[in-house]
């Protein structure tokens, strides 16, 4: 027997929109439906026109996919035809070969919230969606606040997913709204639905995140017989927001009884790059991955404890559910002053290092660790500090250059409007075999505005590095954290910085000081020289 086909509706477009904080340009929104298109979904929804003049040009522009391209809009309004609705005819205008329309099916919220007799919603759903069919396009119908109308009044909420089906309805997609819908009720309100003749290969599901089960909802969803799933990239979407595709794409791929059972378009090359278009998403929101999601997260497959490194080292299969490769993600053995030598060897290996067990640099790499973290250092997340910590202990760490000094100002003044203000200003003098040079640089950023004197320093260091620049142009700073790790007159800071260069590659690095400015300075310095070893560059 084959595996049935499960298909896979993405509206980060429209749902992640809805995200507090987030706002897409048009370039960005064709950038995420090309991603999307690539690693495979089915269905890209891609807004609603006529919304908002955002969407509206975005589907003047949207790019050509393999997949199906979905228009999303609501059922026709009371008092006029589906075709003299002006409404949905902006959202028809899009020209995509599917439209999906959102439909009242709770009562309390047909009388209530739109003020309609029951029947009269009922024979707006069936008017609209014979509407879109008779154009020629795929209809899909998303039945708002479903399982909470099936709770509340199971006949008419059957009444109308049956409407939606007899006027041609592809896909009828099953709504929790609210979020609040447990997973067990979910898939025994499926089981009820396909029963009383709506098969589930007509199916959908839409869960939101409220209790932080929109994954296990929708999964109970998908065991109980639906063949359709929609959500979002990192689950973005209003409140607590949408059942994350993230989550959900490697758990139908990699686990049973999905994997056995059900087939997707997504192959297990484009499974590879998930974690990539994560990452990819919150660059474009310019937003810091969160470490600790599920598969794709920088956390996922970070093994600190020194108990769980040694069995990681005999078997992976020991502490990971999955191989981390599976889905483009990397095991980690972090350092700190709770790792022994399992750790420490683990992590040499994986930085291409072998030493044997024996080697007494081990046992001092070791103890410096664990003496600088006394001093408020912290290497579980900063690896790349770890290493070049490490590479200087073992020998293999090359001087590139040496910083003979360096001046930050800041500077507070009025500026020709008279508008109280300030600017940073910093000076770094560099030593590259034996050639000594000096850089100038102020913290302005691309609004006009002073990004501080860290930004200062930061231009001013990767401003001349001579015959390293060619190594460092692709560098930013995506993150920086400021932590005080001791209180009182022996404060001291600690800051983590998050580099990332072109490729995609993202690396922490740490430094700490009484003073912020030379702790950031410090961090920044490690986070070049992490990029020069790893990027092979040869000394002069």
Request: proline share 4%.
């Amino acid at each position: 027997m084959g595996r049935e086909r499960l298909y896979l509706y993405d509206t980060t477009l429209r749902d992640g929109q809805q995200t507090a904080g987030v706002q897409f340009a048009v370039s960005e929104k064709i950038a995420i439906a090309r991603a999307l298109d690539a690693i495979g979904i089915d269905y890209i929804e891609g807004g609603w026109p006529g919304a908002n003049p955002t969407d509206s040009e975005f589907f003047a522009e949207r790019p050509e996919t393999r997949a199906t391209f979905t228009a999303f809009g609501m059922t026709k309004r009371s008092g006029r035809s589906a075709a003299n609705d002006e409404v949905l005819a902006a959202v028809m205008n899009a020209a995509t070969p599917a439209v999906c329309l959102v439909g009242k099916t709770h009562d309390y919220h047909v009388t209530t919230a739109l003020g309609l007799a029951l029947d009269e919603n009922i024979s707006n759903i069936r008017a609209s969606v014979e509407h879109v069919v008779a154009a020629g396009r795929e209809a899909l119908f998303d039945a708002e606040h479903f399982f909470d109308g099936y709770k509340a009044n199971p006949g008419y909420a059957l009444e109308c997913l049956r409407a939606a089906r007899d006027a041609g309805a592809r896909w009828i997609v099953l709504c929790d709204t609210n979020g609040g819908t447990q997973p067990p009720e979910i898939g025994a309100i499926v089981t009820a639905v396909i029963a009383a003749g709506i098969p589930g290969d007509r199916l959908g599901i839409h869960c939101h995140d409220d209790t932080g089960q929109a994954v296990a909802g929708s999964l109970a969803a998908v065991l109980a017989g639906v063949r359709q799933v929609q959500g979002t990239l990192n689950g973005l979407g209003e409140r607590c927001g949408n059942a994350n595709l993230t989550s959900l794409i490697p758990t139908l791929l990699l686990k049973e009884p999905f994997r056995s059972q059900l087939e997707t378009g997504i192959t297990d090359a484009a499974l590879a790059g998930l974690t990539k278009l994560s990452r990819q998403l919150d660059d474009i929101l310019n937003r810091v991955p969160l470490r600790s999601a599920p598969y794709v997260g920088a956390s996922a497959f970070t093994h600190k404890a020194g108990l769980h490194a040694s069995a990681i080292l005999k078997d992976p299969t020991t502490y990971e559910h999955i191989d981390p490769a599976l889905v483009g993600n990397a095991r980690l053995i972090p350092m700190s002053n709770q790792a022994g030598q399992s750790n420490l060897r683990a992590r040499l290996a994986s930085m291409g290092i072998e030493v044997d067990p024996k080697d007494a640099r081990l046992g001092a790499i070791l103890d410096e660790i664990k003496d600088r973290e006394d001093r408020g250092y912290a290497y579980d997340g900063a690896q790349a500090s770890f290493e070049l910590l490490a590479r200087r202990e073992l020998g293999l760490l090359p001087e590139f250059f040496s910083v003979e000094r360096y001046r930050v100002t800041v500077e507070r003044r009025r500026d020709a409007r008279g508008r109280m203000g300030h600017l940073s200003e910093a000076v770094v003098v560099v030593n590259i075999g034996g050639e000594r040079r000096l850089s100038v640089s102020e913290g302005i950023v691309a609004d006009g505005s002073d990004g501080g004197p860290v930004n200062a320093l930061s231009k001013a260091l990767a401003k001349d590095l001579g015959p390293y620049q060619c190594h460092i142009e692709d560098m930013k700073l995506v993150d920086f954290k400021v932590r005080i790790t001791h209180g009182g007159t022996e404060a001291v800071t600690r800051v983590i910085i998050d580099s990332e260069d072109s490729k995609g590659l993202r690396w922490s690095t740490v430094g700490v000081s009484p003073n912020i400015v030379d702790a950031s300075f410090e961090a920044l310095l490690d986070a070049i020289t992490w990029k020069l070893a790893r990027d092979g560059a040869q000394p002069v």
